[in-house]
């Protein structure tokens, strides 16, 4: 069982104080706030929440949670700390870090009075680099001592949410966790392996974006089912009762397709609807800022690509893929499309490998399968897959072809290359190697 300080004796911190204590870790909870001090130490909980009056009382009276104001004593009197901190919105909207970076400079100073190694792990929620740019530099500053070897270093976003906040402890939807060294490593899977999700052992920045990703999902989600509700009840009809429709689809609708970072949607459907429905809502007196930015941000990432073969400063583009997805020959509103007439406009000298749409064209030399945007596209088609890539100064890969990743993967590295689907996991951004969200 660990000792643990709990800096913050707010929601998240009293939270995670109490229910560390109940499941037999040995808790002192710290506050600048006296009041605060003092209510845990009374056995009294500073706010409400359920079920956490009883608990904090029976922890307290059993003797393993207390708490201090002073830091330097819970730091040497625990083998690692959980910074629980406000992280309000700056005047700007950034993230506000002044508590963190306090919470950070008083720990260092107790670590290095303490002597001996102390683990900190960050549990407010900071933007991605805060970890590497602001709390490691003000610990090791105040310390006189290095991350991951004189101290060690963890950051653990918090996902509970107010009002079941015991409950989401005991059973929470995700456990992700970043650390720079085994100790605090081992403390972060003897918190966590007892409960019943998997827990994910990433880099500190890549769990400071989860939580972001997290929030950020859930805001979408709200204003998304809002503005549907709006929509449906200048129709006449009940917003709930489409949205529970809609949520009884855990095939499509609710499920993790469509949530895969890549490039731009279009096709026959998505662009046309998404049109549709909102000017819909105008004829409605209704704005649906959300949709509307919905159409602007899918535009945005035509024209990110655009960008990245324009910045590689070649001119012979090879795509692999033009149809709006693999497996079809289907051009209409394919971004891809898009995206190549705006480079042919642009100056560039596009080649296209496409087997759907090349038997379209073998078929019947006239087919043009909704194409609007690319000028000569018949002539642009390359039947080979080598070919292609011995033929163009730069490879953008659109859609996916089993028979096209292995020369692709080859060419990885030999030669330019923007990835719109990602050939592989393992290959990131590197050098003439550039995918378009990874
Ligand atoms: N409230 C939630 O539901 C929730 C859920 C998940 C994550 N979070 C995140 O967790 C963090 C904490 O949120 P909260 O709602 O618990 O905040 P809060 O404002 O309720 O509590 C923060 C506490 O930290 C104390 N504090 C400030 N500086 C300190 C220092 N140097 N030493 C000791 N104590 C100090 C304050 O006095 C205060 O009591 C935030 O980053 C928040 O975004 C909150």
Known sequence: MARISVFGIGYVGVVSAACLARDGHQVVAVDLDPEKVRAVNEGRSPIVEKGLDELLERMVAEGRLRATTDAAEAVAATDASFVCVGTPSAPDGSVGLDYVRGACESIGRAVKAKGDFHSVIVRSTIV??????????ALEQASGLEAGEGFGVGYFPEFLRESTAIEDYD???LIVYG???DRTTAILKELNDHLPCESHLVDVTTAEMVKYTSNSWRAVKITFANEIGN????CGLDGQQVMRMLCSDSKVAMSPAFLRPGFAFGGSCLPKDVRALRALARTKGLEAPLL????????????RAEEMVRASGKTSVGFVGISFKAGTDDLRESPLAE????????GHEVRIYDPYVAIAFRDAASANRGNAVVPDLS????TSIEDLIQGSEILLVGNNYEEAREPLLGAVGQQPIVDLTRLDRSVRSNGTYQGICW
């Open 179 to 181: 650390s720079m060294d």
């Open 339 to 346: 995206l190549a007439s705006r480079l042919i406009e642009g």
């Open 171 to 173: 059973d929470p939807g």
């Open 231 to 234: 929509i449906a009840k200048a």
């Open 379 to 382: 002539k642009r088609i390359e």
């Open 128 to 137: 991605p680099g805060t970890m590497t740019g602001t709390c490691i530099p």
């Open 292 to 303: 509307h930015s919905v159409l602007e941000a899918n535009e945005q990432q035509i024209s």
